[in-house]
């Protein structure tokens, strides 16, 4: 039976909701798009979008999206609005084409426009570079940011293909998501073509231009393109961007068993990137402050590196080629990546360790983030455009990502991946929903996944297992395990994991048994361990498999502190450590408990990995000292001269390896502060020392000098001035901002609060994230209170004067310093400040929790 549509007219805003979307994609179909751009390098570009498009009724008016555009003519069908017609119709957000002009059947609208580039990271962003004053553009359009740089449809379920001609200056590239068939030469100006493309949803296309350096690679099965700023070339080693590049294609087709879906592959380096990437078909934007090296990239950095490369190419079948039809599937996109990139770097590089890295990183953050007041769904509804990215986080990617893997686990590799080639095979070029997803997986593993995918994408919270055992005469009597749940996020689910027996010997631990078992409800009894030996130490989840917070039973928690550092597999070090950390976070160990283990083991640990894990749990732990008794505390002062001293001396144990070396100058640069170790820095930056195996590099010739600048060394200032005549590129300028903004000076606080604060600022958005980054380390908080009324009392204003990407930046300034009247102040906001935006009150809540969980690991320190 045909439903008649009910018009309702458009909000008046620039946010399209869901249901005006889906009104609208139920009447519009067969898109495609001729494009023509007019690129000078000046801050407005001109541009012509005609739109072709099937329309199933002409019985109401229909809008076209174009953001704050100047509209030089709109034609519909041959007809051209006037002036006054034109007036009515545009409100800076989109078209409104009346009901009289519109077909039933086919139809063609032109929009002739102007418009000012964006400085802001998106629509068609432009940078122009102060080291050479060239000019680059690329555009970032996700969520519904192409509306910035052309009339359309933007909205991801309204797929269209893409026809394009630019006009640009002749030293410049042009590059997008089809090769260019033809350039001619016009002037001064090259007009490059580009034919149509596959069939693509709008946040997808791309268009890139600008004097861009540009390295071919040709040995593997597509051809690659690398491109990057002119001035930056040096700071880049193509190689290895090739070498993860083709390793990621020879996995992905393989374990697709779906060919590449475009023709090329460009991935472009670009400054200003709101993001660490973005999948654009055939023409990846990666962030160059993540990339970009000033001398041998660390380890650490080449693996992430490999792993964002793998997961934008993931996103080219999960996300170009099968997409989501709202907003609300883009978890599914993102969780897909995550977890593809893990599973390619750990089986098509040299990082086979990279599950380890995930459970280290970004599996932490989505147990933090879970357990947060503001936690939500895996899949939860987008109202409009506004929404899209309200719910964008840890969850979003790696408790997705660790979701689909032990989906994988359930159901079988083989299985997994055969419903994986199913899905993508049937919704080749179209728009998919949830549903899509888990029935290719069911059908493809004959379950019923209905009761998992309630119970995971559909409700929030993490649990937690616990081993309970009784051992007889030195034989385990009695075995289950206990899962548990917050009572605000009560739902009990079902797992597979692995649990691990280990006894003790003289050196080390050995493994007297491994099970894997399939876990539910409330108690799972595991009757194969019945007769083992008594082991000293469990862990439930071993090899982690499974996506759930693990308390250790009380002897394998006394065995974890005693002796930790003999645990000889990394991964179960690692899960062990994080045991330890979790339960000073939880309030059941106490910080200086835990830091008294951490000094005594981290100096012993020789996997790379974990020793970065090690190290950011202790400077987690030194910020929460910082915050909660103050740097001028005797505990505080003494443990930070101790972790000065062992990260210098960890730095000059390891000058035999390079990796392990720079991870411990590293913390040794973030601990560094007394007039010695400040010294000893300040001699390493003008050459009167010498590390063997350690290059000061440009990037730490800045972070020695932000550290200085930071306890306020007396020749800082000098410093910075005179590093920026050496260093005068974007990064150089971004660095100098830091080490400004860091110092603790009351006025220089004030100045750059101010100049955060200001509306419409002058000043790039790129560098004002930079200093709200850098303003208040932890040690500052008498400089952080200061102006923490202020801050609170005009949050509401900064956050309805600017935009959500601004905030994502600026809410990290709401303040919270650990004090009882630092939470108080934050409930009061909480209770008060009404108006605020999903984002920001999400943020505001966030930070509240976190200084109620300082004061708790406060109170339960034992000095």
């Known amino acids: 039976m045909h439903q008649t549509l009910i018009f309702t007219p458009r909000a008046e805003n620039q946010y399209l909701s869901q249901e005006q979307a ?39 008016p229909l809008t076209i ?18 002036v006054e017609q034109l007036a009515k119709s545009y409100n800076d957000w989109f078209i409104t084409l009346p009901e009289e002009r519109l077909l039933k059947g086919n139809n063609r609208v032109t929009v002739n426009l102007t418009r000012k580039h964006s400085t802001n990271g998106e629509g068609l962003h432009r940078f122009k570079d102060p080291v050479d004053d060239k000019v680059y553009l690329y555009s970032h359009f996700e969520p519904a940011a192409a509306q910035q740089m052309f009339a359309l449809f933007d909205q991801p379920d309204l797929k269209a293909t893409f026809e394009m001609t630019v006009s640009a200056p002749q030293e410049w590239t042009v590059f997008s998501a089809t090769g260019e068939d033809k350039i001619t030469k ?55 961007w090739f070498t993860y590049t083709n390793q990621g294609f020879k996995f992905f087709d393989a374990y697709f068993g779906i060919n590449y879906p475009f023709k090329k592959y460009d991935q472009v380096l670009v400054p200003d990137f709101l993001y660490g990437a973005m999948e654009n078909a055939a023409a990846v934007t990666f962030a160059e402050g993540s990339f970009l090296t000033n001398g041998e990239m660390s380890q650490s950095r080449r693996e992430r590196l490999a ?66 007041v503001t936690t939500h769904p895996i899949e939860v509804p987008v109202h409009s455009t506004a929404n899209a990215f309200d719910n964008i986080d840890a969850i979003t990617y790696s408790k997705g990502a660790s979701v689909l893997n032990q989906l994988r686990h359930l159901l079988g590799e083989k299985t997994f991946q055969q419903g994986i080639h199913n899905y993508l095979s049937e919704n080749a070029y179209k728009n998919a929903v949830l549903d899509d997803f888990i029935n290719s997986l069911a059908k493809a593993s004959g379950k019923d996944l209905a009761q998992w995918q309630q119970k995971w994408l559909y409700q929030a919270g993490v649990n937690t297992i616990e081993a309970s055992y009784q051992c007889d005469a030195g034989k385990i009597s009695s075995f289950k395990l206990l899962q ?32 894997s078992v399939i876990y539910q409800g409330k108690s799972t009894e595991v009757n194969e361990l019945v007769g083992i030996t008594c082991p000293d130490l469990v862990y439930p989840n071993y090899q982690d498999w499974a996506f759930v917070k693990v308390n250790l039973d009380a002897r394998s928690f006394k065995t974890t502190q005693n002796y930790l550092a003999q645990i000889q597999d990394p991964l179960l070090r690692s899960m062990l450590w994080q045991s330890l950390w979790d339960s000073v976070r939880d309030g059941t160990l106490p910080l200086n408990e835990y830091l008294q283990v951490a000094l005594a083991n981290a100096p012993l640990e020789q996997d790379y990995t974990t020793l970065g894990q090690i190290l950011g749990q202790i400077s987690s732990a030194k910020a929460y000292l910082n915050k909660s008794l103050g740097s001028e505390h005797d505990y505080v002062k003494d443990i930070a001269q101790q972790l000065e001293e062992i ?128 303003l208040y380390p932890s040690e500052q908080s008498r400089f952080n209170e200061q102006s923490a009324t202020q801050r609170m009392l005009s949050l509401t204003e900064i956050d309805k004067a600017n935009g959500p990407v601004f905030m994502r930046s600026y809410n990290n300034l709401i303040p919270a310093t650990c004090s009882e009247v630092s939470v108080a102040r934050l409930a009061t906001a909480v209770i008060e400040l009404t108006e605020l935006s999903t984002g920001t009150k999400r943020s505001l809540l966030i930070k509240q929790q976190e200084d109620q969980r300082c004061l708790l690991i406060k109170s339960k320190m034992t000095l």
Do not use: C
């Open 22 to 60: 889906f009104k609208r994609s139920a009447r519009v179909s067969n898109v495609s798009y001729q494009l023509n751009y007019n690129l000078t390098g000046e801050e407005h570009f001109s541009a012509s979008s005609t739109i072709n498009f099937a329309l199933s009724d002409n019985t109401s």
């Open 65 to 82: 999206d174009l953001n704050q555009a100047q509209i030089t003519s709109v034609i519909i069908n041959g007809f051209s609005m006037s």
């Open 186 to 240: 016009q002037g001064d100006f090259n007009i490059w073509h580009f034919p149509k493309s596959k069939t693509l949803s709008p946040y997808n296309f791309s268009l890139h231009a600008g004097p861009y350096k540009m390295w071919t690679d040709n040995t593997g099965k597509y051809p690659l393109r690398l491109f990057a700023r002119q001035s930056v070339a040096k700071q880049i080693t193509p190689k290895q």
């Open 307 to 372: 792993n964002v490369i793998m997961h934008e190419m993931a996103h080219q079948w999960f996300g170009n080629l099968a997409t989501m039809k709202w907003w609300n599937g883009l978890w599914l996109n993102e969780s897909f990546a995550a977890f593809m990139a893990t599973l390619a770097t750990s089986e098509a590089t040299e990082f086979t360790h990279a599950w380890r890295s995930f459970y280290a990183g970004g599996k932490q953050s989505a147990y933090r983030a879970d357990q947060r």
């Open 484 to 515: 548990t749940a917050d009572p605000s996020q009560p739902t009990l689910r079902e797992q597979k994991v692995q649990i691990a027996l280990l006894k003790a010997k003289n050196p080390g631990f050995a493994l007297t048994k491994k099970v």
């Open 647 to 774: 990260t210098w001396q960890s730095t000059l144990a390891n000058s035999d390896n390079k990796n392990m070396q720079r991870r411990w100058f590293n913390s040794y640069l973030i601990f560094a502060h007394t007039d010695n170790a400040l010294d000893n820095l300040y001699k390493l930056l003008n050459g009167q020392h010498s590390l063997e195996g350690l290059t000061i590099s440009q990037d730490i010739r800045w972070e020695i000098i932000t550290q200085l600048s930071r306890f306020e060394h007396p020749k800082s200032t000098e410093l910075i001035a005179q590093e920026l005549t050496l260093d005068s590129s974007d990064t150089g300028e971004k660095s100098a901002i830091r080490a400004q903004v860091i110092a603790p000076n009351a006025k220089v606080k004030i100045d750059w609060l101010a100049k955060i604060q200001k509306k419409n600022s002058d000043i790039g958005f790129s560098k004002l994230r930079t200093a709200m980054s850098a």
